[in-house]
């Protein structure tokens, strides 16, 4: 059983830095892309970032790209996304997820696991 736990998320001041992790287990990790999700109140679920399995190739959302970084350490099985220069609508609740085999890394539809989310709360 695929299990996912975010951490890291607090609240923060405007232009912070925050570093959010996912530990992963039940899957063998490498084999899969990596994605980080947000969803704000009232607001459908967004992409913000992915990362393939041995962390050669990475994606962002226009929102998030030159200010986040997604990366993995794949002898702890852990996928992080570092938070620079955050903004009040970066506020959200943030998951990762693992992506399906031949799944497209921006649709919410093609993970297959997902964790229980960690909130990220952006605030002067």
């Known amino acids: 059983q695929v299990q996912l736990v975010e951490s890291g998320g607090r609240l923060v001041h405007p232009g912070d830095s925050l570093r959010l992790s996912c530990a992963a287990s039940?899957?063998?990790?490498?084999?899969?892309?990596m994605g980080w999700f947000r969803q704000a109140p009232g607001k459908e679920r967004e992409f913000a970032a992915a990362i393939s399995g041995l962390g050669w190739r990475t994606s962002y959302a226009d929102s998030v790209k030159g200010r986040f970084t997604i990366s993995r350490d794949n002898a702890k099985n852990t996928v992080y996304l570092q938070m620079n220069s955050l903004k009040p609508e970066d506020t959200a609740v943030y998951y990762c997820?693992?992506?399906?085999?031949?799944?497209?890394?921006?649709?919410?539809?093609?993970?297959?696991?997902w964790g229980q989310g960690t909130q990220v709360t952006v605030s002067s």
């Open positions: 997820a693992a992506l399906k085999y031949g799944g497209v890394q921006t649709n919410l539809a093609d993970y297959i696991s």
């Open positions: 039940g899957l063998v990790f490498s084999s899969y892309f």
